[in-house]
């Protein structure tokens, strides 16, 4: 392949804020019903009729969020739509629309944020949203990105954090802890190319651990999915921390403790084989990384007959009385409780 | 005054994302109707009913939006509260939610934030609008806040900025220019402390524009008062760019041109003695100054008795058809065409 060696550099300066916002908002098409009037105006219009709105606002800051080494920008673009339209699906809710924010420093060229755009855009028609507003500006360091998302569900679909019962079935989606271990795969391999430029990474053992860390989806399908199966879960959180973490904050809010079971966590193949290439315990790694944007809910013992053998769904443990407290119950069926070990962006590493 | 040598520096890295959150947010009450959960799930539930819904975003980010060397904690969280509050008010719509993301270095300890969040508390508190959600993170360098807010009108009352007709008059609300000289006074003082840490600064003659700098309001007074009037403008849009360049969006969006009178621009007697003292044009800092939040909006030519006298509203100007063109007439009664020389946030300077 013939590499450019001079890329097209075209500075953000040079379109000023206006011109920005309309080149990089140009091929977005309105798709939702409820978005009266989208991009262009002091503020967006929308007609929720007589649904109920969900609105929810994510991050990302350079440096602590992600790197742009091992992070495509269109890639980073997808994800951060993802991100928040998984914070719409633990409501079980349907995302409608995002408002984008951008801050730069001018070491990003225009071609830099059409890649962002481009992977917003992507995941904007994948998961069928319209962009309808956001801001561009420049930034002292790095990049940051905030996104707003807009959701819509009938009042009685809504599931919030704090609707667990004492005896429900804790349930979630997917597989856990694939998404963390691609972050480790790709930090040594930034490491690896730091020492020697010119080596020539073979990721192919990787590349369900890499796709989990790069091009997360979230499970806008569950919704569906309950829907046909009659289920409505009692409570419901994404996994965006850690497992650990989203079952402790079900607890707290729904006042009810909770037995996990380590031999039901779902764990893909490769994910085991590359914690045991680490030298990880993938049951650590499992409930404490963070990024797998499945979700995690609890619904009542009678639906049990609807989900079981489903291959969507796992059932990883029980409610219980909130005095009993948070524990894992280990494959050697010893209790050991439960700690919220899950990503902080505030700690001091 | 005796000062404390010693103020108190909580380090945002010991309560952690979660805790951090719960901290600030505590004290903030639910006051809207249409908020059914607020702070404390994945999404924030709301309820508009048949209102319809309006939401806007703005990112504010330290050296660029902002300078704390003069603009204290506090009145920068009511500030960023107001900015957004006036694209809802430029709908003519009311707000009633914010969702507040803050990403900031570790030079902040929580004390900062504390102040921050009282600003935002107090902001929300005169707007009567509920802080619903919202992010905390670090950042790499500096402050950013990113505010997303939330209003609701009803359909017919929306005024967009493309329904301006060829025969409308050009309203402004209150006057114009203040709050751009406000930040060159600020900036002057900053200039002189840094020469002398010890000089004490008379500002007296300047508090009036030096508020409007700091502590900016949103005309949300409007809405009720032209409801009031029974006038229903035909375009409106807020001015924080810049009159010219307010203008300018009105004109482009509704296909019509403008003639703006120069002896119309209601300037305030401080704005007009201090452009004096700073060897500036007045009228050229009016037309081009920025973060006023008046409202600039277009009423049909037969609503003219009903806003005359009006001491909250000057009519400075009427639209023409398109191919006029945009004009500032002058005193000397030249036409000179408008240009739009408003702040630009991704400007070399």
């Not at 045991?276 to 944007?293: K, Q, R, S």
């Not at 619904?299 to 990883?316: A, L, Q, S, W």
């Amino acid at each position: 392949m013939i590499e450019d060696k001079n890329p097209q550099r075209t500075s953000i300066a040079q379109l000023g804020e206006f011109g920005l916002i309309e080149h990089l908002t140009k091929n977005f098409e309105i798709n939702q019903t409820s978005t009266i009037k989208g991009i262009g105006d002091d503020a967006a219009v929308l007609n929720f009729a007589d649904k109920k709105v969900v609105v929810s606002t994510d991050i990302l800051v350079e440096g602590v969020h992600f790197d742009l080494a091992y992070m495509p920008l269109k890639h980073l673009g997808y994800k951060a739509v993802v991100v928040n339209v998984s914070d719409i699906c633990a409501m079980n809710a349907k995302a409608t629309q995002i408002l984008v924010s951008i801050a730069v420093s001018n070491r990003f060229p225009l071609e830099a944020l059409e890649e962002l755009f481009d992977g917003i855009s992507l995941a904007a028609n994948e998961y069928k949203i319209d962009v309808i507003g956001g801001d561009t500006t420049s930034s002292q360091k790095g990049m940051i990105i905030s996104i707003t998302v807009l959701g819509e569900a009938d009042e009685n679909e809504i599931v919030y954090r704090n609707g667990a019962g004492q005896t429900d079935l804790l349930v979630v989606t997917g597989d856990i802890g694939a998404a963390y271990m691609g972050l480790q795969v790709l930090e040594r391999e930034k490491q690896v190319f730091q020492v020697n430029p010119n080596s020539q990474p073979d990721l192919d053992a990787y590349t369900y651990l890499i796709e989990r860390q790069l091009k997360p989806e979230a499970r806008k399908d569950i919704r569906t999915l309950l829907h046909a199966l009659e289920i409505q879960p009692t409570a419901m959180i994404d996994i965006s921390d850690g497992l650990s973490s989203e079952i402790m904050h079900i607890c707290k809010q729904s006042k009810v403790g909770c037995n996990l079971y380590e031999d039901k966590l779902p764990l893909d193949p490769q994910f085991m084989n590359v914690c045991e290439e680490f030298n990880l315990d993938a049951t650590t790694v499992a409930i404490n990384g963070g990024e797998d944007y499945e979700l995690l809910f609890t619904i009542k013992m009678e639906d049990f007959e609807k989900i079981k053998g489903n291959p969507n769904f796992t059932i990883i443990g029980h409610m219980t009385q909130e005095s009993e407290g948070i524990h894992l119950v280990t494959r050697a069926n010893t209790r050991i409780p439960l700690k919220a070990r899950g990503w902080n962006a505030l700690s001091e590493e």
